[in-house]
Structures are given as C-alpha cells and as structure tokens.
C-alpha cells in the first residue's frame, strides 16, 4: 500500500505521520484481520520500526487491541463509520428508497460508491428477508468489495472519464476471486464498454460462486455519477428474461425518482 497525496497541497501542509498511521489503519481487511509490526510494514511500505510505533500508538489511543505482538481493529474505529452514516447527505437520502423496493420485492438492495479499487457500500435496504446467503465478503454497511469483480464496481468504472479508466486500469492486477472473474485487462477493458454502452450491469459469478447482481448509476441533475444502486439474487432470480422484464426497469425507475434529490 503506499502512501501519497491525492490532492496536490504543499509539501509544508503535508503531515506524514498522520498518513502513515492512517494507512497502518487501512492495512487491517478481511484478508489479514490481525497484524503485527512485520506484516504491518509489508501492507504499508513503511519500516517496521515506523510500523511498530504506530501500532503501540493506536492501541494506546484505543484504536487497536493486542496481545504484545498482534493487533487488531477495536469497535472504536466504528466512530469514524457512524459519523460519516449520522452526518453523510448520500445514505440517508437512499435509505427510504431502498427498504421500499426490498419491501416491495423482498430482495437485497445495495448503494455503492467507488473508493480506489474496491466499491464501498455506503446504504442497504433492511428489514426483509434475503432470498440469497450472505456474500462471503459481507453486504454490511462499509463492506468493500472488489470493483472489478461486482456489478456496482464495474458501472462506476464504466462511469469514469475513459482517460480515467485507463489510468485506473494501467498496470492494475485484478484477482481472481472465482474460476469466472475477468482478470485479463483487455477482457475486462470489453466489459466495461458494454457497461458503458448498455448503461447497467450484469455481473454474474465474478465475486462468488452462485451470486448475480444487477447495477445502474445513481446521477445527480448534473448528470455526475454519485453511486450505483444494485440487487443481487441466484441465477434463476435474474436471468435474462427477469432482468429485461423486471429488475432493469425497477432499477433505472429507482434512479430516477432519486435524481432530483441527488
């Protein structure tokens, strides 16, 4: 992981231990959920001296928890989480919007917006009754997921400036996460511009095994796209007769009515 600005500001306003110890942060995910000072250093590009302070110094402020030599995430770094859900305009917008679909449909619904190189789920519907299992990865509030793997991912790439994309994609490897996620660059360049082209997506198998879902831009009246908004079920909920006939109309109905509150 490395660490760098993503905004030009002078060098002088630049704190970089601040960065540093953000990014020890970030280096906790699903993949390796308890770290220490070696494995930290190796997710971050910083010393593992540099990495060993940071992790002594976020488990004192309460950040992380230990056992002297691993370190894992607390609950307190749930504030930054339920600060951005209390005070963010986007999620508390959607809110009503997807619990009246998956009342309606009795299916899962999700909001996603694009951070780097995975997809964030910033909304969900709540309070029904899923007609799929939990994604391996989770669908929770704040779940990243792989872009390139999922159907909010890929139509927010294919929302991007195509010069933007192509800088996203330069020099990228993509995991595979199943036997059927498109990993070969130009494969997935041709994905995207159907994306593009077709103005939703159908990504089937790419993240897990058994999982489809179906995604389309949420845009403001500006026309910038904010988020895309997804349900996901089995092959036989969203076959192509259903998607056509269904899901893609409810979904670009969706978007819709939401754009003038965008």
Not at 71 to 98: D, E, H, I, N
Not at 103 to 118: I, R
Not at 141 to 151: E, I, K, N, Q, V
Not at 193 to 221: N, S, Y
């Amino acid at each position: 992981m490395d660490i760098k600005t993503s905004m030009a500001i002078a060098k002088t306003d630049y704190i970089e231990g601040l960065a540093k110890g953000l990014a020890v942060l970030e280096a906790f995910d699903t993949e390796r959920q308890r770290l220490n000072a070696t494995l930290a250093a190796q997710r971050t590009g910083i010393t593992r001296a540099a990495a060993r302070r940071h992790l002594l110094t976020l488990a004192e402020l309460g950040y992380l928890e230990g056992d002297g030599s691993h370190y894992w995430l607390s609950a307190r770094v749930l504030r930054f989480a339920g600060s951005f859900m209390a005070s963010s305009r986007l999620p508390r917008t959607l809110q009503p919007t997807l619990n009246r679909l998956a009342q309606q449909t009795q299916a899962a619904f999700s909001v996603v917006v694009l951070d780097g190189g995975e997809g964030v789920i910033v909304a969900r519907s709540a309070g029904h009754a899923e007609p799929v299992r939990h994604l391996a990865y989770g669908l929770h509030l704040g779940a990243r997921l792989p872009a390139h793997a999922t159907s909010t991912g890929r139509i927010l790439l294919a929302s991007l400036p195509k010069g933007d994309f192509a800088a996203w994609l330069k020099g990228r490897e993509l995991a595979r996460i199943t036997p059927h996620t498109e990993v070969r660059p130009k494969a997935f360049r041709a994905l995207i511009v159907q994306a593009r082209t077709d103005d939703f997506c159908l990504a089937r198998d790419g993240h897990e095994l058994g999982i489809h879902a179906l995604a389309v831009p949420l845009r403001d009246m500006q026309g910038r796209t904010l988020a895309a908004l997804n349900v996901v079920g089995t092959a036989a909920q969203l076959d192509e007769a259903a998607v056509q006939r269904k899901w893609l109309p409810l979904l670009q109905e969706a978007a819709r009515e939401l754009r003038p509150l965008l």
